[in-house]
C-alpha cells in the first residue's frame, strides 16, 4: 500500500509539472509578435488612397518631360502607378532599331511584369513625354498588399485582363488593317474615344515619328493620312491635336 500511495504521489507532482510547463510555453508563445494586418485595417483599405499617397514601400516621383523612369535592362524592382501624364514604352534591337510598343496614362499601371517574379530585368524603356507624377511601389509591398486587399487585387487583374485583351487587339490590328486604319485605331485610343466623359485632347506636339513607330509604317504614310484626316474634320490642330468621334468611320469602313 505504501509503495502504490508513493507511486501515485510521483505521477501526480509529475502531472502537474507537466501543466505548469506547458502553460508557460502557451504563455511564451502568446508574447511573440506575429506581424500580420489586422482585420479592422483590411475592413478600412481604401485603394485610391493607397495609389495615391506615400508610404510604407510607396514613393511619389515627379517627372520632367523626358525623364527616364526605367531603362531596358535595368533590375525590375518596382512596380509603378501613373497619378497624371503620359508615359510612353519603347524597346530597342541588338540592330539599335527603336520601336515605341505604347503610350500609357493616367490609371495605368507600368512595369507590372516585375510582380511574377521570373522577370527580373526591364524589357523595355519608360520614358515620360509630358511632365508626369507616379507612385513608385515596391514589388515586396505590392505582393504583400495584393494577397491581403482583395480590393487592389480585383483593380489589378482587371487592368491585367485589359492590357492583355488590348495588345491582342493591336496583334490583330497588326496583321490584317491597313496603315491608315491602324493610324485612326490609335489616335482613337489615344484620345480615349468610347470611353466615359468627353474625348480628352492627345499628347500635345506628338511627333509623327513616334505614332509610324506605333502605327508600324514610316513618317510620310502618317503625314499623308494624319493631312486627309484633318481636311475630313477628322482631327484639328490647335497647339494640341484634338480627336473627333467621327474618325470612328474610318475604323468602322470596310
Not at 88 to 112: C, Y
Not at 153 to 168: G, K, M
Not at 221 to 242: D, H
Amino acid at each position: 500500500m505504501g509503495r502504490r500511495h508513493s507511486s501515485a504521489v510521483r505521477q501526480a507532482a509529475m502531472a502537474k509539472q507537466r501543466s505548469k510547463t506547458l502553460a508557460e510555453a502557451t504563455t511564451r508563445a502568446a508574447d511573440i509578435a506575429i506581424p500580420r494586418t489586422s482585420l479592422e485595417r483590411i475592413r478600412r483599405f481604401d485603394p485610391r488612397t493607397f495609389l495615391a499617397q506615400a508610404g510604407l514601400g510607396r514613393t511619389i516621383i515627379d517627372l520632367k518631360k523626358r525623364q527616364i523612369v526605367f531603362s531596358q535592362g535595368d533590375a525590375a524592382e518596382a512596380i509603378f502607378y501613373i497619378q497624371r501624364g503620359k508615359i510612353k514604352l519603347t524597346v530597342i534591337s541588338k540592330g539599335g532599331k527603336e520601336a515605341t510598343i505604347a503610350l500609357l496614362g493616367e490609371g495605368n499601371f507600368l512595369g507590372e511584369e516585375c510582380i511574377a517574379g521570373s522577370q527580373r530585368r526591364r524589357m523595355a524603356t519608360a520614358v515620360a513625354i509630358t511632365e508626369s507624377t507616379v507612385l513608385k511601389i515596391d514589388r515586396k509591398e505590392m505582393v504583400r498588399t495584393l494577397h491581403e486587399q482583395h480590393a487592389l487585387s480585383d483593380i489589378f487583374v482587371s487592368y491585367l485582363l485589359a492590357r492583355n485583351t488590348r495588345v491582342q487587339e493591336d496583334l490583330v490590328d497588326q496583321l490584317f488593317n491597313s496603315s491608315e486604319k491602324r493610324l485612326a485605331r490609335t489616335l482613337l485610343l489615344l484620345a480615349q474615344i468610347g470611353k466615359k466623359g468627353e474625348p480628352e485632347t492627345v499628347i500635345p506636339k506628338i511627333s509623327q515619328e513616334v505614332l509610324a513607330e506605333m502605327v508600324g509604317t514610316t513618317r510620310a504614310r502618317v503625314n499623308f493620312f494624319m493631312n486627309r484626316f484633318r481636311k475630313l474634320g477628322f482631327i484639328q490642330y490647335n497647339g494640341k491635336l484634338l480627336v473627333h468621334r467621327s474618325l470612328l468611320s474610318v475604323v468602322l469602313h470596310d
